[in-house]
């Protein structure tokens, strides 16, 4: 069976390979792994990381992106009818999770690496490569960040609230500076309360915005995962793995660009158990959403035409998407992708 290719706009990493640390063959065998299970584009996204790694990760995302617009955007094979067999996910760009946020919810960032929202900060962070970056999350309480918001949307970068003690008023003013979304919902922010709204109740709140979900029922429960769904709408959700390097790989000790993570019974933790990302594939959760009642429309929503949405990519590249399928085998899981015209 095909469904719609998988678009993964928050994940760092599978198979041994970290986004913010590999070089560009690292990159190249995330790109085939993750096509293996049905993803047919992603961000790189990197966690809060010093000015020296950024520039250094974005290199590697710039080179990759370079390449890939050759090999397969202006691949001639792809032009007529027929099938095609696809061995690499699209690198769309790169995702920066932080590190403009403050330390009470930076979850398993490092906090010595961490920023103010300046306009300085952003081009150490980016120097040479700001037209990588596709996707922002920022924490609106940042010093700077709500005169750096509009910055990056006038760039044609989306901006993510996320990793935030923030209340619902300063959510809802992030969304008028030009925040489109929340990062991660429920994760690395303080639980709804029917008096302390937050950044949650915010985001299902607001019928304009996007948010993230990651949906592999450990980060978020199956019932808090439904109630997302049903109240933002598929349209409005965007799945997400937030994926380490771990993805793909037994259990054992991995980094997530540089911080030691542990890997038990596929569960990924700091050393005080802290969740720190996830070892799942969209295939996965495309499972977990079928289990509670979803449809094949509303999911091909939820995991292709929602995440695109999010981001907004180039014409070119939203028409090869929209040839782009997994293939899903007898036990659900992807196998592949098919390029089909």
Excluded at 88 to 110: D, N, Q, T
Excluded at 161 to 187: K, L, Q, Y
Excluded at 299 to 312: A, D, F, Q, R
Aim: net charge negative; charged share 25%; with cysteine.
């Amino acid at each position: 069976m095909l469904v719609p290719a998988f678009v993964d706009i928050h994940m760092h990493g599978c198979g041994g390979n970290d986004a913010g640390t590999c070089d560009i063959d690292g990159l190249t065998d995330m790109c085939r792994l993750l096509a293996r299970h049905g993803t047919g584009a992603f961000l790189p996204t990197l966690p809060s990381v010093s000015p020296e790694v950024s520039r250094k990760a974005l290199s590697v995302i710039d080179a990759k992106m370079k390449a890939q617009s050759e090999q397969i955007l202006k691949d001639p094979e792809l032009g007529g009818k027929g099938e095609k067999r696809i061995s690499e996910a699209l690198v769309l760009g790169a995702h920066l999770e932080g590190p403009f946020m403050l330390p009470e919810y930076k979850g398993a960032h490092e906090e010595a690496v961490l920023l103010p929202a300046t306009m300085d900060n952003w081009k150490r962070l980016t120097d040479g490569f700001e037209h990588v970056v596709k996707r922002v999350t920022i924490d609106p309480l940042c010093p700077g960040a709500m005169s750096l918001i509009p910055y990056l949307v006038d760039k044609g970068i989306t901006v993510t609230c996320g990793h935030t003690a923030a209340d619902s008023d300063t959510i809802m003013e992030a969304f008028r500076a030009g925040a489109t979304s929340v990062t991660h919902i429920f994760n690395a922010m303080p639980s709804i309360h029917h008096r302390r709204p937050g950044p949650a109740a915010a985001s299902l709140a607001d019928d304009n915005t996007y948010t993230e979900l990651i949906c592999d029922f450990l980060h978020v429960n199956k019932i808090v995962c439904k109630m997302v769904v049903k109240c933002k709408s598929p349209d409005k959700v965007a799945i997400i793995t937030d994926s380490c390097e771990a993805a793909g790989m037994p259990d054992g000790t991995y980094q997530l660009s540089g911080q030691e993570i542990k890997v038990i019974n596929g569960e990924a933790r700091m050393e005080d158990g802290r969740l720190a990302s996830s070892t799942v594939f969209v295939d996965i959760e495309r499972l977990n959403l079928m289990s509670l009642g979803f449809g094949e429309r509303d999911i091909s929503k939820l995991t292709h035409y929602t995440p695109i949405n999010c981001i907004s990519p180039d014409i070119t590249v939203k028409k090869y998407l929209s040839y782009l399928y997994a293939d899903i085998g007898e036990n659900g899981l992807a196998k592949g992708l098919i390029y089909k015209k």
